[in-house]
């Protein structure tokens, strides 16, 4: 099922937890809500469910206006963050909930029900458990209960809120491959809201990174870590180095010194703006007579495969520092002069 | 170190012997004297002249009368402050609206008014010279010195019992559960006595328990508006008193011994509440 938030504004206590927020889910897709805490990923996930009500805008779930749907006829499976399982009901009954609160006309026969639940626990490889209390589980256990809890009601559309988020490292990466697993064999239309770039960027079909109750970038993996669109989405997604410069004689200048690069054709031309780009994407330059961005080394450490370099790049004063890679056989000794230039950059006008 | 250094080592925040013990002789002889002592002396009193006096003035007619009253009224009032105490501690855990500090400080104004006065705002209300009375007593409805003035001073004195019991729990398990119960299609009342009861549920008997006590041993509140006439507007508590003012010692400790071993039960029950209650508590706060 098709998901339309259209010019949502959602308030508390006349603070704007979300503002004119649009966004299209296409039925079927696994979407990631990405931002800092109070971006008011939650809020829009909540608002989608039907927990909230949007001070403004509307919720489309196919063609139908389910802006004034209640949370029980929108049909959604919700995963809570810290699981709301009902501690004082086994994992089955925990499970079969959703179907035995269902009036009797469409409650499904006992045998029914809990031939269902036993289909969900292996679905969720849960099976023998469904006799134990949430309190004798593991976290990733709990996790999958409720995952399980919420997939009973055969909802359209699964609504995760930090569905790793309680979990520890080991098991929050085999949760995710699961959970991507998971989603290709059921088709639901999903949307979770993360903190962790790196999750949503591996796990999601697309990413919507959000920032202050507004919506930056929505696109895949490699529209946000390649082509972002905005200062807040390059330096949130992935490692960047952002300095400040000024474009003047179709080059661009760091404290008016060109750095070996050009505007390209719809950057501006003349003005002043930030240069972003990543520690990977630089190129060292030998010959001192080609213009490039010059620097000491602060400090350097090896990572993996690569060496990366704190430059002190600071002139006139004003205190610079970018983090480039450079090669293993490069001199990076503290205090040694290194010239370079980016290969892959973006500039934002001021 | 020579073995017979540890000896020396104790926990840092443990006395020494003399001063623990000391500690304990005290407490416990502070807890003899002045409540075991008087607690023997009530059942000591009342059987002084052996069990047959002592059922003797049990059935007493009066004696009965006061005993059903008390019950007539502990009936009533408990399950009404049950479902206002739950209402109450209901919209302060789990809603946000105006004046709600202003609520949580009226729940506690019984227990910090003196019962007297909880009884004389019924007199002022219900009185001969208020509008209400006449109006109630044109229309044949006795409030004062009568059984629904007795029941309407229980229900104030004893309201906070529920609600204080509720409110910090209901708060500290959030809304969380409920969310999830709506989400998953259950209506507002399923989700009430299939999600939100079971987890409150030892909470509620054990602010229940406190409540029944309280209702069943109040006597100032009640002393005021009953009107103290024998047989018809007496509960235990009163009746004790009057039959303890004629000099009838045997009636009024076998009465009154008869209110100390509902305190007694209370206390037990009470005891294995908190017992299974604690573990609850703890299971609530894993997950």
């Keep these: 099922m098709d998901v339309r938030v259209s010019n949502i504004r959602k308030e508390f206590d006349r603070y704007p937890a979300l503002n004119d927020v649009s966004l299209d889910i296409r039925s079927g897709e696994l979407i990631a809500l990405l931002g800092p805490s109070g971006s008011g990923k939650t809020t829009l996930l909540r608002l989608i469910a039907g927990l909230e009500q949007p001070t403004l805008g509307k919720i489309f779930f196919g063609n139908e206006d389910a802006s004034h749907r209640t949370v029980q006829e929108r049909h959604v499976g919700f995963v809570f963050q810290h699981y709301a399982l009902f501690r004082h009901m086994t994992v089955a009954d925990n499970i079969a909930f959703g179907l035995t609160v269902r009036p009797r006309g469409e409650r499904p026969p006992k045998t029914e029900i809990r031939r269902r639940v036993s289909d969900l626990l292996d679905m969720v490889q849960l099976s023998g458990l469904e006799k134990r209390y949430p309190n004798q589980l593991s976290g990733g256990q709990r996790q999958r209960v409720a995952l399980a809890r919420a997939m009973a009601i055969e909802p359209k559309v699964l609504l995760l809120d930090e569905p790793f988020g309680a979990l520890d490292a080991k098991v929050r990466k085999e949760l995710r491959r699961w959970l991507r697993e998971f989603h290709d064999r059921t088709g639901h239309t999903t949307v979770f809201v993360t903190h962790d770039q790196e999750e949503a960027l591996e796990l999601a079909d697309r990413v919507v990174v959000m920032s202050q109750g507004q919506i930056e970038q929505v696109g895949s993996s490699d529209d946000v870590y390649d082509r972002p669109n905005s200062p807040f989405v390059f330096s949130f997604i992935g490692d960047s180095a952002s300095l400040p410069v000024t474009v003047a004689d179709n080059a661009v200048r760091f404290q008016d010194e060109p750095i070996g690069i050009a505007p390209k054709a719809n950057d501006i031309q003349s003005g002043s703006g930030t240069l972003f780009f990543r520690p990977q994407d630089v190129t060292l330059v030998t010959d001192p007579a080609t213009p490039a961005l010059e620097g000491r080394v602060a400090t350097s450490r090896r990572l993996a495969g690569t060496r990366i370099a704190d430059l002190d790049i600071s002139r006139q004063g004003e205190s610079h520092h970018v983090e480039i890679e450079i090669p293993l056989d490069a001199q990076a000794a503290t205090g040694t002069i290194i010239r370079f230039k980016p290969t892959r950059w973006k500039l934002f006008a001021e | ?287």
């Design chain 2, 1 to 287: 170190m020579a073995p017979n250094s540890s000896r020396r080592l104790r926990s840092p925040t443990t006395e020494a012997p003399f001063a623990r013990y000391a500690l304990m002789t005290a407490a416990f002889l502070f807890l003899a004297l002045f409540l075991l002592l008087p607690l023997a002396a009530v059942f000591i009193e009342a059987f002084r002249k052996g069990p047959g006096e002592f059922f003797a003035s049990m059935n007493d007619p009066d004696t009965l009368a006061a005993i059903r009253l008390t019950l007539l009224v502990a009936v009533i009032a408990v399950p009404l402050n049950l479902v206002f105490g739950m209402a109450a501690a209901w919209a302060i855990a789990k809603f946000e609206f105006k004046g709600k500090a202003f609520l949580t400080t009226l729940i506690d104004l019984p227990f910090s008014v003196s019962p007297v006065i909880s009884g004389l705002v019924y007199v002022l209300l219900f009185g001969a010279g208020s509008v209400l009375g006449p109006w109630l007593k044109s229309h044949g409805i006795e409030v004062l010195f009568a059984v629904p003035g007795i029941v309407l001073a229980t229900v104030f004195v004893t309201f906070p019992f529920v609600a204080r019991e509720l409110i910090p729990l209901m708060q500290e398990q959030g809304t969380g559960d409920e969310e999830a119960a709506l989400s998953l299609g259950a209506s507002g009342w399923q989700t009430f006595w299939y999600v939100t009861l079971p987890n409150i549920k030892w909470g509620l008997l054990y602010g229940v328990l406190l409540c029944n006590a309280r209702a069943m041993g109040e006597f100032g509140a009640v002393s005021v508006v009953s009107g103290h006439i024998r047989g018809l507007t007496n509960t235990m508590p009163l009746h004790v008193e009057i039959l303890y003012n004629e000099y009838n010692f045997v009636a009024a400790f076998a009465v009154a011994s008869l209110l100390a071993a509902l305190a007694l039960v209370t206390l037990v029950v009470k005891t294995v509440l908190e017992l299974h209650y604690g573990a609850e508590i703890a299971a609530g706060r894993k997950h």
